[in-house]
């Protein structure tokens, strides 16, 4: 079965630092990857994805995340938060065969950013 | 995306009573997805619909819910007989059909949080 772990709970941060969330998958075939973020009151938003292709992905507002094969990882990394990226944000990965669509999801980070 | 539409936004049932939780998807989208967002985890995923079919409910608990997604109108969750464990944060979510530059990506709805006293 499909798992995704996230491995930071709860981050704080200062303005201008740098960011970089871990998520690691397991699934033994081909998949697709995601991160989404979670504003105070919102909907969940996508940030960006990764299909095929060069594993390093630009999101919006200046996120990006790599793809590492070897390590089943998809971090996201950001280099100077700001106070607005105060979210949760969320991995989530779904299998390339699965004729479902559906996404699983890590327990998700809490990302605070002290002004 | 604002398109999701959920409602209601927030719920208040007591021990016993029933919620029925309602989503209609973004135009032109036949797949919804719910899921459960507990304190402190993520989200977990429930059921996923089509047009009056139930694709997969893996995540469904087998007793006390069920879900529904009409040829007309939004789809409902309901969940009978509501116990304190149920109060959490319902996610509709919902792509368009296979092939139609499905990208994988889901449109998530503002959620409906459930309070059970």
């Known amino acids: 079965a499909q798992s995704v772990s996230q491995h930071n709970h709860h981050v704080i941060l200062s303005e201008a630092a740098s960011l970089e969330l871990g998520c690691n998958y397991s699934y033994g075939g081909t998949v697709n990857l995601f991160w989404y973020v979670q504003y105070p009151g919102q909907h969940l938003q996508l940030l960006l994805k990764?299909?095929?292709?060069?594993?390093l992905v630009k999101g919006i507002k200046g996120f990006e995340a790599e793809f590492i094969k070897s390590k089943f990882s998809f971090n996201l990394r950001k280099p100077s938060v700001q106070w607005s990226d105060t979210a949760e944000y969320f991995c989530a990965v779904n299998a390339r065969s699965s004729n479902t669509g559906k996404l699983i999801f890590g327990q998700g980070t809490t990302l605070q950013v002290k002004p | 995306n604002a398109g999701v539409m959920q409602n209601p936004r927030h719920l208040v049932r007591r021990r016993g009573q029933e919620a029925r939780l309602r989503c209609s998807p973004m135009k032109g989208h036949s797949h919804v997805y719910w899921y459960r967002q507990l304190p402190e985890e993520g989200l977990k995923f429930m059921v996923y619909l089509q047009k009056e079919n139930i694709i997969d409910e893996s995540g469904m608990p087998k007793e006390r819910f069920s879900a529904e997604f009409p040829k007309e109108g939004p789809s409902i969750l309901r969940i009978q007989q509501v116990v304190r464990g149920d109060s959490a944060a319902y996610f509709c979510a919902s792509s368009p059909s296979r092939g139609t530059g499905n990208t994988g990506e889901l449109f998530f709805g503002e959620g409906s949080r459930l309070t059970v006293l």
């Open positions: 990764y299909f095929s292709g060069d594993p």
